[in-house]
């Protein structure tokens, strides 16, 4: 593209600058010789008519003009034959005087007009270049005629030298404006190849190409615009890349948590279908193998909310925050207890709009988990209230806290800070995954804020309501 733009630009100038040329010279040219067909069809008609003039007056002294008109015509070929005017006198078509520096023939091609009528032509003979102007003297010597010659061989040679240094000219300045053209475009289609290098670059995999961006016209946008689609592009990727590594790390974590459970199982199966046991020993096998089969439930429980969550509907009602603190605080009332852990609420606002038993699920799963957190003594609080304008609900414990890395992985599925009292809970890792799609579907935003040994702080932030 570049290219076609540099030869059709290029062509277009020389076109039209050679053609400027031209026409002025043309122009010129023509001007200055109008100017001279004028001055020599004035200076025939004056030489003739004084001609005339000279012949009458002889011819009123009693003298025949025949025989003084040679003399009479002599101060007229000397005079102008020092400008480079050439003179001849003929009568009746028979030359009489003459001073012209050409074949006579040639100077007799242009026909003798009919009086008060001149005839004004162009003569070339040995490389010279002659205006002639034919007429006959005016009345009562019509017989006699005046051709009058202009050499205008030095206004055609002035004419050609200054064509060619014009055209000599031209063909400099347009070797410049070729160089400078050259540097123009490239100069302007640079952000085109910077654009088709960063393409290439993007095909390769190089998803962290941009472009510089200078001047403020529509190539510096276009090149915002391609840096703006690079970023998305990365941003797409890396969300990719994310996804796939957490789908990953899932199906990893899936499969560990699998094992386990079924591996008791199948365990405790073949010793009480190999082994002689007693009853006793049947029941604690059998235990064992329900207490697996009761966590395998609870995965495949978990899952299925999680499913259900991002692929269904919520119907969002009228939540009233007084008895959704309430219920949360009764469901863990005997867990709190057992734990000797307090468990308080409080709230500013009465009423948010959401889903009743899913907003219940993830409080008791995030006060379930401050309970957990909690040594004797400990104490949990929830707490409804407005921060920054915005309607926020916390859920906050004084327990054993967690460090900057666990922040980073809770709310990943199968993810446990502390895995060895969460199996032994009968935790699957799936509860704080299950409240962040909730928080999620909610319009809401579910963080965390935590230190050791001082406790941690979970906060659902309502941005749309």
């Given at each position: 593209?570049?290219l076609k733009?540099?030869?059709l630009?290029?062509?277009?100038f020389?076109?039209?600058?050679n053609g400027s040329i031209?026409?002025i010279?043309?122009v010129?040219?023509?001007?200055?010789?109008?100017?001279i067909?004028?001055?020599c069809?004035?200076?025939q008609?004056f030489i003739?008519?004084a001609?005339?003039?000279d012949?009458n007056?002889?011819?009123?002294?009693?003298?025949?003009t025949?025989?003084?008109?040679?003399t009479?015509?002599?101060?007229y070929?000397?005079y102008?034959?020092?400008?480079?005017v050439?003179?001849?006198l003929?009568k009746?078509?028979?030359p009489l005087?003459?001073?012209?520096?050409?074949?006579?023939?040639?100077s007799d091609?242009?026909?003798?007009?009919q009086?008060?009528?001149?005839v004004l032509s162009?003569?070339?003979?040995?490389?010279k270049?002659?205006?002639s102007?034919?007429?006959?003297?005016?009345a009562?010597?019509?017989?006699?005629?005046?051709?009058?010659l202009?050499?205008i061989?030095?206004t055609?040679?002035?004419?050609?030298?200054?064509?060619?240094?014009?055209y000599?000219?031209?063909?400099?300045?347009s070797l410049l404006?070729?160089?400078?053209l050259?540097?123009?475009?490239?100069?302007i289609?640079?952000p085109?190849?910077?654009?088709s290098l960063?393409?290439?670059?993007?095909?390769?995999?190089?998803?962290?190409?941009?472009?510089?961006v200078s001047?403020?016209?529509?190539l510096?946008?276009m090149?915002?615009?391609?840096?703006h689609?690079a970023?998305e592009?990365q941003?797409?990727?890396?969300?990719l890349?994310?996804?796939?590594e957490?789908?990953?790390?899932?199906?990893?974590?899936?499969a560990?948590?699998?094992?386990?459970p079924?591996t008791?199982?199948?365990g405790?199966?073949?010793?009480?279908?190999?082994i002689a046991?007693?009853?006793?020993?049947?029941?604690?096998?059998?235990?064992?193998?329900?207490?697996?089969?009761?966590?395998l439930?609870?995965?495949?429980?978990?899952?299925l909310?999680?499913?259900?969550?991002?692929?269904g509907?919520i119907?969002?009602?009228?939540?009233?925050i007084?008895e959704?603190l309430r219920?949360?605080a009764?469901?863990?009332q005997?867990?709190?207890?057992?734990?000797?852990?307090?468990?308080?609420y409080d709230?500013?606002?009465?009423?948010?709009?959401g889903?009743?038993?899913?907003?219940?699920?993830?409080?008791?799963?995030l006060a379930?988990n401050?309970i957990?957190?909690?040594?004797?003594?400990?104490?949990?609080?929830?707490?409804a209230?407005?921060?920054?304008g915005?309607?926020?609900i916390?859920v906050?414990?004084?327990?054993?806290?967690m460090?900057?890395?666990?922040?980073?992985?809770?709310?990943?599925?199968?993810?446990?800070?502390?895995?060895?009292?969460?199996?032994a809970?009968g935790?699957?890792?799936?509860?704080l995954s299950l409240?962040?799609?909730?928080?999620?579907?909610?319009g809401?935003?579910?963080s965390?804020?935590s230190?050791?040994?001082k406790?941690?702080t979970?906060k659902?932030?309502?941005t749309?309501q």
């Amino acid at each position: 593209m570049k290219l076609k733009t540099y030869f059709l630009t290029l062509l277009l100038f020389l076109l039209f600058f050679n053609g400027s040329i031209l026409l002025i010279s043309c122009v010129n040219l023509n001007s200055n010789l109008g100017s001279i067909r004028e001055r020599c069809l004035g200076e025939q008609h004056f030489i003739a008519t004084a001609l005339a003039q000279d012949l009458n007056a002889v011819e009123n002294r009693g003298t025949a003009t025949d025989s003084v008109v040679g003399t009479l015509f002599q101060p007229y070929m000397d005079y102008y034959g020092k400008q480079h005017v050439f003179l001849k006198l003929s009568k009746e078509g028979h030359p009489l005087y003459s001073n012209m520096p050409l074949n006579e023939s040639l100077s007799d091609q242009a026909p003798i007009p009919q009086a008060d009528k001149r005839v004004l032509s162009t003569v070339k003979w040995k490389d010279k270049e002659y205006i002639s102007v034919v007429g006959r003297l005016p009345a009562p010597y019509t017989a006699y005629a005046l051709t009058y010659l202009y050499d205008i061989s030095e206004t055609m040679h002035s004419w050609n030298q200054v064509t060619r240094i014009l055209y000599s000219s031209g063909i400099t300045i347009s070797l410049l404006l070729a160089v400078c053209l050259l540097l123009l475009l490239n100069h302007i289609f640079r952000p085109l190849r910077q654009i088709s290098l960063a393409s290439q670059n993007i095909a390769q995999g190089k998803y962290d190409n941009r472009i510089v961006v200078s001047g403020r016209d529509e190539l510096a946008e276009m090149a915002k615009s391609f840096n703006h689609m690079a970023e998305e592009i990365q941003n797409h990727i890396s969300q990719l890349a994310r996804q796939a590594e957490q789908k990953q790390y899932f199906i990893d974590n899936f499969a560990h948590e699998m094992r386990t459970p079924l591996t008791t199982i199948y365990g405790y199966a073949e010793y009480i279908q190999k082994i002689a046991l007693t009853e006793e020993e049947k029941l604690s096998a059998a235990g064992y193998i329900m207490s697996e089969s009761r966590r395998l439930q609870n995965i495949a429980y978990r899952l299925l909310d999680l499913a259900t969550l991002r692929n269904g509907e919520i119907t969002f009602t009228t939540v009233n925050i007084p008895e959704l603190l309430r219920g949360t605080a009764q469901d863990l009332q005997q867990k709190a207890a057992e734990k000797q852990v307090k468990l308080k609420y409080d709230y500013e606002y009465e009423s948010l709009t959401g889903d009743f038993e899913l907003l219940k699920s993830l409080l008791v799963n995030l006060a379930d988990n401050g309970i957990k957190a909690c040594c004797s003594g400990g104490s949990v609080q929830i707490s409804a209230i407005y921060e920054a304008g915005q309607k926020v609900i916390t859920v906050k414990d004084n327990g054993q806290g967690m460090t900057e890395e666990q922040l980073c992985h809770i709310t990943e599925a199968f993810y446990r800070v502390d895995k060895a009292r969460s199996r032994a809970g009968g935790g699957a890792g799936l509860g704080l995954s299950l409240g962040k799609e909730i928080a999620a579907r909610h319009g809401a935003e579910l963080s965390f804020s935590s230190q050791l040994n001082k406790g941690t702080t979970a906060k659902i932030s309502f941005t749309t309501q």
